[in-house]
Every structure is written in structure tokens, then in C-alpha cells.
């Protein structure tokens, strides 16, 4: 196996993730100062921080659609170029309604790319070393946050009003590096052989990944697009899809519900809550982003050796534990403690939903709705994610922290008994044969 090429696409591919993680959490530094400077009310506030997610919705809906349409090469090249824009569109504005404009574009990448780059990577990979090379793109997710949260930290310092445009501008350097390098990537086999019919392309770059299995799984590829086309033509949305419909689904919702993305966005205002002031607040922000990555480092290395379900019965406990405790510390009005408790939440995300969610919806769907069904996955999740970031405001200016992060518990409960009675185990599967592993 030249495993040297096969690494360096999926990294490549994975650096999406880093732009995903990158502008999503540089707006943790700027939201307030941006609240300041246009004078929003709480609804148009919450409105503009969250344009990028109703954005993800919108890219993660047709993500799917274009990766089938263009290929998942091109469809990536694209996810750059409208990055870069966005990125130098957002940190240029000069009023509120054409940020949220620029913000939108940049939620769109967003979308598209939470599809296709798992989606290409888990058509690229091997069964057994898929959930590593597909959680590369979670470990640039974090990645990005972490230094999202650290160039917000150093760039606040400067004291400049302006501060707020070279945080979101900083997004436009890995753009540009990340649209380069996706023209240095081959397309995914699968594309080319199911879509696109293109077999001897297929051939060509499953020799150039591992030329001792390439006939072979070739072979299975093929063997599949024969059974499904054997077989009357199914919607996606019908009773054949419905278990890893109702499975991916699930999963998202769940991992929007635990509160992850109301920390990842409003972080510092979280943390202003318990009384710290604006320079610590940012600065704790930043060890929410080493803590990620530290545990989505320890995810990625135990994902394919114990599997996806022992990771996400150990995050639904961590959950369980610290949304608990930061809920507690909330109604008692006491915060000592508080920033260990966030941190354990993060950790206890990083290394459960974090680490498997991509791997896990990039598995369960067979080959011909494969592109639908990530896109289905992403676009789940990013629904649950905007209406959470929209409204997380207004709901802790009104109801204060108990009882948000007591709504986050109750459904961390809920996941647990997910992943006890329904979800599958998915490690070490190939592809081709995951239909039938899931129907038995």
C-alpha cells in the first residue's frame, strides 16, 4: 500500500476541515465588538453570528448534489475559492447586512465541505484505517478552533477597533493554500466508477493507493453498481434507506443538542457570564481549543482500535457529567470549577461525537446514495446547529445558564440510550459491505 499517498490526499482533503474549524470559531472574538459597532438588538446579533450556519445548511443540503454533478475534486477546488472570498468579503464590511452576506458564502463552504471532504476521504481509505484517515478532517476542525481562538486572543491585544477584520481576515491565507492543493489530488474511485463510468480511471487511482488490492476492491465497487442496478430504482427518502436514514439523523441531532456549537461560538461571552473579564475570558476560550485538540488526538487513535460505539458511550458519560456540573454551577451562582467543567465537556466531545460523527455517516449508506446521504448527515446537523447559535442568546439573556445546560444534559441521556439500543458498530467494514452488516 503506498500509504504516503493515501495519507497526503486525506490530509489534503482534511485541510478543509481547518478552514471549517477556522471560521467558525474566529467569530467568538468578534461577535461582540460587532454587536457594539452596528448597536444590535439581541435577535439581529444573534441573526448575524449565526448567518454562517443557516449558510452550512444551505451548502450541506446541495453538497451532496454537486459532489455527484462535478466530482468530489472539483467540487473541493470550489469550497477554497469561495472561502478566500468570503473571508476577505466578511473582515471588509462595513455594515451588518453585508457581513451577513459574506458570512453566508462562508457557511455554504462550510456545508459543502462537512460533505464531501468525508465523503471522499472514507471512498479513498481502507476499512481498516478509514476511521483515522476520515477523522483527520474532525482533527483540522479543532485544529482550526484552536487557532482561531489564538489568534483572536493575540489580535484583541492590539486595543484597535479594528481588530475584529484581521480576525476574520485570517481566514483567507489557508484558503488560498487549501485551493492550490486540491488540484495536486486525484478523484475518488468510487466517483469516477459509479458516476461518471469512467472504470480504467478508477483502476488508475486505486493502483496508485494500493496496487495489491486494487483489482479486488475494484471488483466490489463494480459488484455493488451491479446489485443496485439489478434492483428497481429507489428513492432516497424510501422504506429501503430508512435504518441509516433514522441512524445519521439521530447521530447529528445529538451532536448539536449537547450544546457544542452554543460553547464553540459564544465561548467568551459564556465565560463572562461567571465574571471573568474580557482578556481571561478569551484566553480560556483558547484552552477550550488545545484541551479539543489534545482529545480529538486521543479519539483518532483509539477510533478504529475500540471502535465507534465505546467512543461515543464514553463522551455520553463525560457529557453527562460536566453539562451537570456547569448547570449546577449556573444555579447555585458559584463558578469555581466552571472552567474545568467546560473543559471536560469539550474533552468529553472530542474524543465521542467529534471522532465519530463524519466517520460514522460517511459508513452506514451504500454506494449509490452514499454522496445524498452524507449530505442528509450534514445537513441534519447543521439545521439544529444555526437554530441553536440563533437563539442561544436571547435564551441565556432571559433564562440565565441552569437551565439551558440542564436541556443539554437530559438529551446527553437520550444519546446514551442511542447508543446502547440502536447504533451499529461500523469498524473494519468495507464499504460495499456495510448494507448488509447493518440489515443483519
Known sequence: MKEHKLLLWSLTVALSGFLFGLDTAVISGAEQTIQRLWNLDNITHGLAVSMALYGTVVGAAFGGYFADRL????????V??????????????????????FRLLGGLCIGASSVVSPLYISEIAPPGKRGFLVALF??????????AYVSNYLLQRSDSPNDWRWM??????????????????????????????????????????????????????LASRDRAEASPSKAFFSEHYRWP?????????????????????????????TGLSK????????????????????GLSLIDRFGRR???YIGSFGYIISLSLIALAFYRNSFAGMTIFVFAFIASHAVGQGAVIWVFIGEIFPNEVRASGQSFGSLTHWVFAA?????????????????????????????LLYVIFMMPETKGIALEDMEAQLAH
Open 71 to 78: 466530482g468530489r475534486k472539483k467540487s473541493l477546488f470550489w
Open 387 to 415: 437554530i441553536i447559535a440563533n437563539i442561544f442568546p436571547a435564551m441565556a439573556g432571559r433564562f440565565g445558564g441552569a437551565p439551558i445546560f440542564a436541556f443539554f444534559t437530559c438529551m446527553m441521556v437520550l444519546q
Open 168 to 221: 476574520l481576515g485570517v481566514v483567507a491565507i489557508p484558503s488560498l493554500i487549501f485551493t492550490l492543493l486540491t488540484m495536486l489530488i486525484s478523484e475518488s474511485p468510487r466517483w469516477l466508477a459509479l458516476k461518471r463510468g469512467d472504470v480504467a480511471g478508477a483502476r488508475g487511482v486505486l493502483n496508485e493507493i494500493d496496487p495489491a488490492a486494487a483489482d479486488a476492491t475494484l471488483a466490489a465497487i
Open 80 to 101: 477554497g475559492t469561495l472561502f478566500l472570498i468570503s473571508s476577505i468579503g466578511s473582515a471588509l464590511s462595513q455594515d451588518v447586512y453585508v457581513f451577513m452576506v
Open 310 to 312: 465505546v467512543l461515543l
Open 279 to 298: 482578556s481571561s475570558a478569551l484566553l480560556s476560550t483558547a484552552g477550550i481549543g488545545v484541551v479539543n485538540l489534545v482529545f480529538t488526538m486521543l
Open 138 to 147: 474532525q482533527f483540522n476542525i479543532v485544529f482550526g478552533i484552536l487557532i
Open 245 to 273: 436514514i433514522l441512524l445519521a439523523f439521530l447521530l447529528a441531532f445529538f451532536n448539536q443538542v449537547s450544546g457544542i456549537n452554543a460553547i464553540i461560538y459564544y465561548a467568551p461571552r459564556i465565560f463572562g457570564m
